[in-house]
């Protein structure tokens, strides 16, 4: 069973993930590799398209048929390989020189059981000396956040003369680190009248540095860098990102 089931809400997805402020990272990182490049959790290729756009040999992967299917609209004509997979049971024909996870998704791994085998099944589809990068919010960062009031994310004009809005509320456990909470999609007509009601139950975990100490001890990774922002900034506790460029070590 899916944590997030991202599915029910692939069509108006891109309505309210309308944000880039990440993208000249990743088109700068994946500057520095020339051979196959694997995104995974890549939803509707929000971030996938651009670097598809700068000529990336990208390979994406997500378990979401439905998101998958609005990415494969958007395409037009070009061809990187979507694959529908949990990325618990990565199984590609291939091996990658970077391998990425936008968007703080490895988060939605609520099981730590299930992220170290994520982790493994990664590091199987990495060349030796090659790069992983995780995406993460700052624990201490987020969790201020997640303080159980309801908020609005957005008010958007959407297709067909309709108005989508966006609410949500999350609160932090500390026992189980795991921020959960709702968030409800109302879309009304060109008479703002209300014509679609849905709503989604979110969970993320909140991962910690010694988590990802005891990943790379287990799977031969070594810390290239801990990033703070999209900007390459050095993390600090006050950062609200951390962002981990991991390495598969030679071993000789
Ligand atoms: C928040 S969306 C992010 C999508 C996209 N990367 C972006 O930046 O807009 C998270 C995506 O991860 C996918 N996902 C969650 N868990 C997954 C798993 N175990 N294996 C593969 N995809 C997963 C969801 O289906 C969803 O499309």
Do not use: W
């Amino acid at each position: 069973m899916k944590n997030i089931d991202f599915g029910f809400v692939a069509d108006i997805y891109d309505d309210y993930v309308n944000v880039d402020f990440d993208i000249p990272f990743y088109q700068s990182i994946c500057k520095g590799y020339r051979g196959n490049v694997l995104e995974l959790m890549c939803g509707t290729g929000r971030v996938s398209l651009p670097l598809i756009e700068n000529g990336i040999n990208l390979t994406c992967v997500d378990y979401s048929q439905e998101m998958l299917d609005v990415f494969s609209k958007k395409l037009n004509g070009k061809t990187p390989l979507l694959i529908c997979q949990d990325i618990c049971e990565l199984d590609i024909d291939n091996k990658f020189e970077f391998v990425f996870i936008p968007f703080n998704s490895f988060s939605e791994i609520t099981d730590s059981k299930k992220r170290k085998i994520a982790v493994k099944k990664i590091t199987e589809h990495l060349v030796d000396g090659g790069d992983f990068l995780i995406t993460l919010y700052n624990p201490e960062y987020r969790k201020l956040a997640a303080d159980g009031n309801l908020k609005c994310l957005g008010k958007y004009d959407i297709s067909n003369d309709r108005t989508l809005i966006v609410t949500y509320y999350n609160s932090f456990d500390s026992t189980s680190n795991l921020v959960s909470g709702t968030q409800f999609y109302e879309i009304y007509d060109r008479k703002n009248k209300l014509i679609d009601k849905r709503f989604l139950n979110i969970a993320f975990s909140l991962i910690s540095h010694d988590e990802i100490d005891e990943l790379c001890n287990e799977f031969n990774l070594a810390v290239k860098g801990i990033f703070g922002d999209y900007h390459f900034g050095n993390f600090s506790d006050n950062s609200q990102f951390m962002n981990y460029l991991l390495t598969k070590r030679v071993i000789v």
